[in-house]
């Protein structure tokens, strides 16, 4: 992994008392571990800045089909946005003014970041440039899961610019890699989406929803980037899940035949399996 090579030196240390001012830093390890600490810094302030705007999608997008977003908290009205983020966008989730519980469950969202960060640590070595892209539409797919598990769609709202900067990032991506490793992740994305859209036309509501479709466009091309094999691991590691929970949840007796399972939540799983298998 890419964070634990640097061991933790004491910043300074081989630094004599009477340093001159515009002394440069000495030796390659001084560099490396500032720069470790620089970077730990970055994610701390990135995941403290993401994690409050993830709530709020997560939030704001969990309504029915034709309601309006949400603003404030459903039991007492009191607005929530980023002007006055805490406590209703923090971890334990509760409305500032009457105490209610809003929005995705206490911890969620802090624990999604956090395997979000492990993933593209473990992926920083071998990502070929993706890892931008990777990121990005990790910032988008999570919220838009937590919608998809509160009330069973993937909004237009964060599947569209999840799939909009994937292809861009990974287009950018390409221009320092393979340009071909581009067009299937293109061909990989819009195949991917026809076919869960194609499903939706034959079956209804049998099939997958649109929102899945557009969601398979962002899946589709960060799959195809890494290759066939991989595209082809992670459809299957999404299906085996669904179908896994599905037998579990009909043997409980939790669910019936014709119960509709999200299935966002199986293509993210599905997509950080097969990313972690490849490598
Ligand atoms: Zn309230």
Same mark, same amino acid.
């Given at each position: 992994m890419a964070l634990t090579g640097p061991p933790a030196a004491v910043p300074g #240390?081989? *630094? $004599? $008392?009477? #340093?001159?001012? @515009? @002394? =440069? =830093?000495?030796?390659g390890t001084t560099d490396r571990v500032s720069a470790a600490a620089r970077t730990r810094l970055s994610t701390g302030l990135a995941i403290l800045t993401v994690v409050p705007l993830m709530r709020m999608a997560a939030l704001r997008y969990a309504v029915p089909p034709g309601m309006p977003s #949400?603003?404030?908290?459903? @039991?007492?009205g009191a607005p929530i946005g980023l002007t006055r983020p805490w406590p209703a966008l923090g971890p334990t989730a509760r409305c500032g003014r009457c105490r209610t519980r809003v929005g995705p469950p206490p911890g969620v969202v802090e624990v999604a970041v956090l395997a979000a960060v492990v993933l593209l640590l473990a992926l920083a070595g071998s990502s070929g440039g993706a890892l931008p892209a990777l990121a990005w539409w990790l910032g988008w797919t999570i919220p838009a899961v937590l919608v998809d598990l509160a009330v069973h769609r993937l909004p237009d709202r964060l599947t569209l610019p999840a799939a909009a900067g994937t292809w861009l990032l990974l287009g950018v991506a390409a221009l320092d890699a393979e340009p071909g490793h581009w067009l299937r992740a293109v061909i990989a994305g819009v195949g991917l989406a026809l076919f869960f859209a194609s499903t939706t036309l034959l079956l209804g509501r049998r099939g997958f929803g649109l929102g899945d479709a557009k969601l398979a466009l962002s899946v589709g091309a960060l799959l195809g980037w890494y290759g066939w094999p991989v595209l082809v691991l992670g459809l299957l590691l999404a299906f085996g899940l669904s179908a896994l929970l599905s037998v579990g949840l009909l043997a409980a007796r939790r @669910?019936?035949? *014709?119960t509709h399972l999200p299935f966002g939540p199986f293509l993210l799983l599905g997509t950080a399996g097969a990313l972690l298998l490849s490598l």
């Open positions: #240390r081989e *630094n $004599p $008392p009477d #340093r001159s001012p @515009a @002394a =440069p =830093p000495t030796g #949400r603003t404030g908290c459903d @039991a007492c @669910a019936h035949w *014709n």
